[in-house]
């Protein structure tokens, strides 16, 4: 109940803070007989892993993770699968600072009026580095649905005011790219935008679209457990995310039914729609077309501008803010965005029946 | 599992098709003590009821709630609420041509292909006939809320092209309004294009703002259920939503930290935020400030304009839908927006220990 | 979590008082596809119904159930599956000298203390007339398991200091059991018992012994959710349970490793276990072999005798209970008892994917 | 669902194989505000630590806890409660020789069915050495009880014939008693049966009594999640637990309503039971009494003695085990009896909101 677990069959429930001694999990319910890859585990980490890159923080974590239960000989055994992650770069002394007042647009405040202590380390455990532990998990569950011919990609659909084709989010990043986005010329414009607010001491919002492919009609559960409606609680669950939409998504709003229905038509797979603005999921249930969606994130609080705050005992201050941070959420949510929907997608299909097949 | 519940707490569990004997549920967590108004739940159902205006479907329910257990002489004994509402008016006949075919943009073809059987009367369980439920359970949790001063009001924020102004959407609305706008000059023009779709054969999307005023800080839990992840779920579990967002949602991805952070000061009150751009959730906890969010609808799917599809059989053909359906979600839907709201409110201050207050 | 629900997959959610409207529940998670048999459902409940011989309450229930939704012309849809039963002969006029004080060995003070409310009219949702929900699910989860070749079977095995031999438990009963006792002659004196306890006005204590046949191996799942585990939840969950066992359960205190271990020889059918010691269990999970398990109850609280108790005013009284109630648990306690185990055999099969079989 | 979680608020979730890396878990729903004594927590771990006496198996574990989250200063968060604990003398190589056959009476055949694939090392995660996350999270809900007056006491009541005086088992032990059993004759006379059994390669079952004081009445929730059917669920989810028992237990199938009923009196603390043949639970819900319970647990299966079995190719042979064993369950298992206990009444008092005390 206390919200540090995620998923009904394949669930992941994870624990650690910013600049704790380590962040980790309990993966349970993932099936017995496969060959794990940590390597591929690996790789994901690396994909999110700080400084990397002059567009992220310079926090050096190498973020190398420890399988220690649930394998024999490297294949699962269908028994809980523990993971560690150490962090080795935790600099605390940056942020006695703030041990004394509440960064504005951060859990600070909320989270003293709940718990009546807080953790302001780095933030505690509402720093996105808890999603450390959404990625292994997830890489985990990417590499089950691989097994069946099942993807999940994302990739930067909008930096700012800078944004694709509605058309491209699903296409594939050219090799190289910095920050996830299909469209290179629009991937310039905002790469140049993350560095102007970089330099400026601010930060900037984006848009993640992501496509899940290869799912099976029959995904999901009707009613209250529609495939979106925990898509969207997957993913709303991301630090910074302010909305969800899937398929046309808020532009439906916009449409005539004549214009947004999907004709169907009988061919050798079966019948299929023309058209897919629903999005692959139909009544609550994969269609067998592909899952779009998109995800849009507040530019990431921490700022180096001055803030007008509180402390804890009541005064208004202005804050300047150090410590290290991204200046905006991508790239490094790409792999969590990812992450989220492979674990969501395995989820309901061992939910639905669907996995193993048969 | 199944999908047909939601909640930890104050939980509903739902049964029913759109021509089967009877919708109906079991709410769980109901707390005890509570005077039980029949009368408010009525006015709920009201307000969802067919009917009720030339805007929505002719189809005549009247939609009478019975409460089947947990009172005692009125009041509530922390026992489970079983309640029905018996359908009176399903012509299933009008939907015998259906058995053999798929509506596009319907759950039909999925439903089929994962449960190899389908009630077709009007669109069994998958009718959002199903929301009378819904309505039932949420006019139950507002009247807890309301104890505490919480209240809950969605309103039609855009039909197609027409939209209120950003900032009006959480405005009351004036008296007598046809479908929950409240600009009236707005409503007008949306009603119109309604009646024209309508009269086209057509559909129309469309958006709702609402907000939950009142929630004392610190409901909701870190991580995997935040407030606005699990306020996701439930909207995007209704039928037709598309997307969701909250405080500036998609608008953030535009915006600058300095723009969208929201400075603090030390007020009588304690910290508050001299703005709302976070819609009133930090770190995924309520921060005492309003809570905004906005849902996209798709157009309803069914339309009376001749559509290309296929039967059962595998055979394409053309379909001229008939039955009776409303041409655009509003204003209906604005009670079960409502409902949902109320539920998942009552729920997390109940699993955040804010319900009853101490 | 406020204790109406039980099951993960195929799940129950019940409600109602003893004198209430009615008893009923909502089944989520039942498999499409199955011929639904009334009559079954209707044949269990029988065996559970007050009035049908001396030896139980006089109550007279017609406990006539009526499905509410979940079928397609008899069959089931894979939607939730609502069902009520109507309350015919609730006289709570004969409760009206307890409301005002608390019957020792009840539930009374508790729940008054709990919620500070209590209905009192035959007991409200403390009676074992809550059964009627379970008898209902559990009727329906072995219409299930019989299409796979499984049962499951309770009878009597104690009553008082009448008990049959360890080994006959899992006996078939002969026609026309009075209470469902394997051995006759027992039989014979354990009516013999009840009758003398009821014209004493008092009642009397039973165990009960059951067995699951024709579990495939592998339901169940390791550390905390042993098929054990949530076979004894189950059971306990019964009014007046006292006690559960497996196998040889405290019989294997007094054992030594070398007499209840089970030696395993190959056979034409796998490994099998020579003895089945174990009760058809092992490391959490089904073995193949059957599943024996035992349930104490304790005699009915409600008696005729004069007894010490208190006020709800704090004053201390005698109490001589009128009412209609039964002297022993069984019979009528068999069906229920079968209806636990076959919902949790069914809840557990899905749980562990081998149902449906592949 | 794949069993590896407990616990709805304050829950654990554990993983490790004894002959893996670690065993450890995560507590989700730990309250805030506690100052977690680490010592108390190694205490409880050293009481079920191997190798520190001649009844008990030889394999030396240090079984040094460490916690890795949900901690600020030495005070609890409200984040969730990461642990490890890692083990160092594991020596597979001894269980070279049961790869390739199946123990009887262990987990080994049923869960090769299951999975298609078994850690035979050390019986991997159905060992007994996953008990050691329970006794870290059961020994962290203990100091919160303990704050509240709440004490949790498991004694050996029962070793093989040995068994002590019905109305003793919840007296406390003497002190340095070496399997505590509270009567010291009888533990003497268990102690000796136990060498015993040990020196003739074989094992011996027992019995322990436990008693839970000081819970307030009004814990439990009516129906499905009685507080005796989740107690009986945890119980039973210890490794070889066979039977548990509540109150009277079986004994109570022997009695008259007469007898086993509580009367009830007036007193300066409310209405009290004149005994409390109940066990401190009615109607589900704790009465405010002594909650008192017995768990039966079978002879330990691994034994000395040779024993008939079958190989993974399906030959029939004669087994005779090796590798390090304890003869009995207790004493090891009584702090695990207790952590138990302690973990489902800390639970059950937050579903009910008894904790925190308002």
């Not at 109940?1 to 394949?10: D, F, H, L, Q, S």
């Not at 790219?177 to 102007?196: H, N, Q, T, W, Y």
């Not at 804050?319 to 959420?329: F, K, M, N, Q, Y």
Request: charge should be neutral.
């Amino acid at each position: 109940m206390a919200g540090n677990t995620i998923g009904k069959i394949y669930s992941l429930r994870s624990f650690g803070e910013s600049h704790g001694k380590a962040i980790g999990g309990v993966i349970d319910g993932c099936p017995a007989g496969l060959r794990l890859e940590e390597d591929d585990i690996q790789r994901e980490l690396d994909r999110r892993r700080p400084g990397a890159s002059p567009l992220v923080s310079p926090r050096r974590e190498p973020d190398r993770v420890e399988i220690l239960s649930g394998l024999f000989r490297g294949v699962t055994t269908g028994m809980s699968v523990g993971f560690i992650v150490y962090n080795r770069d935790a600099r605390s002394e940056a942020y006695d600072a703030l041990e004394h007042l509440y960064r504005p647009s951060h859990a600070d405040c909320a989270w003293q009026a709940k718990y009546g202590i807080r953790d302001h380390r780095g933030g505690g455990r509402s720093s996105a580095r808890e999603h450390v532990a959404r990625v292994v998990a997830g890489a985990i569950a990417k590499q089950f649905l691989r097994l069946e011919g099942i993807s999940v990609h994302a990739c930067t659909a909008r930096v700012g005011h800078v944004q694709i084709e509605q058309d491209h989010p699903t296409l594939p990043c050219p090799p190289g790219s910095a920050i996830g986005c299909p469209d290179p010329l629009k991937e310039a414009e905002m790469v140049e935008l993350i560095r102007e607010v970089s330099r400026a001491g601010d930060s900037i919002g984006a848009i993640v679209a992501g496509v899940i492919r290869g799912v099976p009609p029959g995904a999901g559960e009707p009613v209250f457990d529609r495939f979106q409606a925990r898509l969207a609680h997957y993913m709303m669950s991301i630090n910074a995310a302010k909305g969800f939409e899937y398929g046309e998504g808020f532009r439906a709003a916009a449409m005539k039914g004549s214009e947004h229905n999907d004709p169907l038509r009988a061919s050798s797979r079966g019948v299929i729609p023309v058209t897919n603005h629903a999005g692959g999921i139909l009544g609550g249930v994969t269609s067998g077309e592909e899952i779009t969606f998109r995800v849009a994130f507040k530019p990431v609080p921490t700022i180096a501008l001055p803030q007008q705050t509180v402390t804890t005992s009541g005064e208004d201050v202005e804050l300047t803010a150090t410590g290290r941070h991204d200046p905006c959420v991508v790239p490094r949510v790409l792999p969590v965005v990812e992450a989220m929907a492979a674990m969501l997608t395995l989820d309901m299909m061992l939910e639905s029946n669907l996995y193993p097949p048969t």
